[in-house]
């Protein structure tokens, strides 16, 4: 969601969208990789804090590997 948009910024959690917008929201990823010819299936979405961890752990492993070159 974007930050500081009023139209989702009271949104906290995915889970608290309306079903429409989460048909969207994943048809969006489905489209998405589709144009890059490649397939996926978006399963649920998953709650923020799962979102956060996944994030913290790529920036880590980004740091890792591109830092020690530094």
């Known amino acids: ?3 500081n ?3 989702f910024d009271h949104y906290q ?7 429409h917008r989460l048909a969207v929201l994943k048809r969006f990823f489905e489209d998405y990789k ?3 010819q490649q ?16 994030i913290e752990h790529g920036i880590s492993a980004y740091q890792r590997k ?3 070159a530094a």
């Open 13 to 19: 959690e995915a889970s608290e969208l309306p079903p």
């Open 1 to 3: 969601m974007s930050v």
């Open 34 to 36: 589709a144009l890059e």
């Open 66 to 68: 591109f830092t020690k």
């Open 39 to 54: 397939s996926v299936v978006v399963e649920d979405i998953l709650p923020a804090d799962e979102a956060v961890q996944i």
């Open 5 to 7: 948009d009023p139209e």
